[in-house]
């Protein structure tokens, strides 16, 4: 089953440089572990349009996510840069979306 997964990250007001080297670590760092490429949304209108950006990324299975996220979390460098990422998030979320037929809605 194909996932997509949306990331939402509001970033904590002062803090868009070190967010800005943060998210420089985190890209160099998913291309060494693997992680599938990712796109980077911005809001044009609605209620967070500062400081907030979406991830948006696509997964093979859920399996294939969770055997990632397990190599990410055992690797040195990646948890520095979540501790770094901590300090500069003010919430992040995650929604995990499933594509579903008009047949599965019975449509």
């Keep these: 089953m194909k996932i997509t997964a949306i990331e939402k990250v509001k970033f904590a007001t002062g803090k868009w440089e070190q967010a800005r080297e943060a998210m420089k670590t985190f890209a160099k760092l998913a ?3 693997g992680f599938p490429e990712y796109k980077i949304y911005g809001a044009v209108s609605g ?3 500062v400081q907030t950006l979406y991830f948006q990324t696509e997964w093979e299975s859920l399996a294939k996510m969770e055997t990632l996220m397990e190599k ?5 460098e990646m948890r520095e840069m979540m501790s770094q990422w ?3 998030v003010e919430s ?6 499933k594509e579903l ?4 809605l019975g449509i």
């Design 31 to 33: 291309r060494k572990l």
């Design 47 to 49: 209620e967070d349009v």
């Design 72 to 76: 990410m979390y055992s690797d040195a």
């Design 86 to 88: 901590a300090g500069v």
């Design 92 to 97: 992040h979320g995650v929604t995990l979306l």
């Design 101 to 104: 037929s008009e047949e599965e």
